[in-house]
């Protein structure tokens, strides 16, 4: 009864941040469970931007995130940054936005990895904001707020993200930006305002220059950059409602395009292309997003039955499964798996196919396969088997499970769905105190800073006192969002 009674505390406390099961949600604009797993932030980005602190929601996935690891380290390397580990997050929104709000993380939205048709157009991207980091521009700002005596405007400006290096703002942001730039006019703060747009299109055109820099320094071409800048250079002209935040929030002018154009085309590196297989796993990733976030119906119009590209099949083999039919169409990953049988991240799909259907015991071999494929050190991959293992509540299974969210964690310890996994695992177990402490770590990575105290306090009250263990649970009582 004690063991149950705790469990179910738990399991209540953590009831919204479930995933919903894909065969549960015929229709729904929102499928599937996890392109691997999503998890919503709030409080916890406060301490980094207000911007970012309203509910921005991110996706993880390890084929996608591997791809952007490609994409970024040798910017980042060239850039000076290769050894401060900076992780690309992916933004769950359909705009075209990237942003960086401190040095530590570069933001994407998943719109921008749509609608980007080649790499260099998402690289292109990641140097520009790469520029900005390495320009220091968002700690510049910060200063400006802290001895600016019109601090709680600019925070208010920060809020509704015109002035973060791309930040994208929760809402209608483009009636927002058009809303609060009139009464900012009418409150006499004009000279203010066009001081910080002044420094903020200097800053822009910095960060510009030195994302060619690094692309000519990795043998790139800059045409992708160019091409980002260009699409979007119209919008500048047009209502800001139909406005994307990525050009509120990285304005354009006649000039800084005309320089763009000019250094790029100066680039001895202005021709280079994607290498094929690079251009393969950008369209893979591309069909993926769209197979997990898009209706069936518009997965087909934009993969149609006539294409029978990998890309194409692994859409819809994806879209198929997601609207509701879960394995009846699991000959589509099969079919897959036969052309590349090497690739992971088909048979961990087949390995999710089977765990949203319930069927736990049958999920777990694929889901071997794609860890043992993908060298076995894969945070998110070591979750889900773990996942699937526990599912089946055979209790044999319980110590690999353990062992592989432990790794997970070590490998990735923001991955809430491993904590929450482990504080599972280790209830089970009858080691409730660590479960305890699992738990709140699992909430305190997603911003739930009070309920993280709640499982902390708890575990504090059972450890060891002085054990590493303890002083983990202290540090999220005693800890306080930054201001």
């Avoid at 021709?271 to 518009?298: E, V």
């Avoid at 997970?408 to 479960?435: M, R």
Wanted: aromatic share 6%; proline share 4%.
């Amino acid at each position: 009864m004690v063991q149950g009674h705790r469990e179910h505390n738990y399991r209540s406390s953590r009831a919204s941040h479930e995933l919903p099961r894909a065969h549960a949600r015929r229709g729904s604009r929102w499928r599937a469970a996890s392109i691997a797993a999503v998890y919503a932030v709030s409080t916890s980005l406060a301490a980094v931007s207000p911007a970012a602190a309203q509910g921005i929601s991110f996706i993880r996935d390890a084929e996608i995130e591997n791809l952007l690891k490609d994409y970024s380290r040798p910017i980042f390397k060239a850039a000076g940054l290769g050894a401060q580990n900076i992780t690309m997050r992916i933004v769950r929104h359909e705009s075209f936005n990237a942003f960086v709000v401190d040095g530590r993380h570069v933001y994407i939205n998943s719109g921008t990895l749509v609608q980007a048709k080649t790499p260099n157009e998402v690289i292109g991207v990641i140097a520009h904001e790469t520029g900005h980091i390495t320009g220091g521009h968002m700690a510049a700002l910060r200063g400006r707020i802290a001895r600016d005596k019109t601090k709680s405007l600019l925070i208010s400006i920060l809020g509704i993200g015109l002035l973060v290096g791309g930040a994208m703002s929760g809402g209608d942001t483009a009636r927002e930006v058009g809303s609060a730039g009139g009464g900012i006019m009418m409150g006499g703060n004009d000279i203010l305002m066009r001081s910080l747009l002044s420094e903020r299109r200097a800053q822009e055109s910095s960060a510009d220059q030195a994302g060619l820099r690094y692309l000519k320094a990795t043998h790139q071409s800059g045409l992708g950059m160019l091409q980002t800048f260009e699409n979007f250079a119209q919008q500048e002209y047009v209502s800001a409602t139909y406005q994307d935040p990525f050009i509120r929030s990285h304005p354009l002018s006649a000039e800084r395009l005309a320089r763009l154009r000019e250094n790029v085309a100066k680039s001895p590196y202005v021709n280079a292309k994607d290498p094929p297989q690079l251009q393969l796993r950008h369209d893979l990733m591309r069909a993926k997003i769209s197979g997990y976030l898009n209706r069936p119906r518009i997965v087909g119009n934009a993969y149609p039955r006539s294409d029978n590209s990998l890309p194409a099949r692994y859409a819809r083999a994806i879209a198929d499964n997601c609207s509701g039919k879960c394995t009846n169409a699991i000959g589509e990953v099969d079919a897959l798996i036969r052309e590349k049988p090497g690739n992971p991240y088909f048979w961990e799909l087949k390995g999710n196919l089977y765990y949203w259907s319930g069927k736990y015991t049958q999920s777990i071999g694929p889901l071997r396969k794609a860890l043992q494929l993908a060298g076995g050190a894969e945070a998110l991959m070591q979750a889900e088997l773990a996942q699937s293992l526990l599912a089946t509540e055979d209790s044999r299974k319980l110590n690999e499970a353990i062992a592989l969210l432990r790794r997970s964690i070590v490998l990735d310890e923001t991955y809430s769905t491993a904590h929450h996994q482990l504080a599972k695992a280790l209830y089970k177990k009858g080691l409730y105190p660590q479960a305890d402490l699992a738990a709140a770590q699992a909430h305190f990575v997603e911003g739930n800073i009070k309920q993280a105290q709640i499982f902390a306090k708890r575990a504090l009250a059972k450890l060891p006192r002085g054990s590493p263990e303890w002083i983990r649970a202290e540090d999220i009582i005693n800890y306080k969002a930054p201001t």
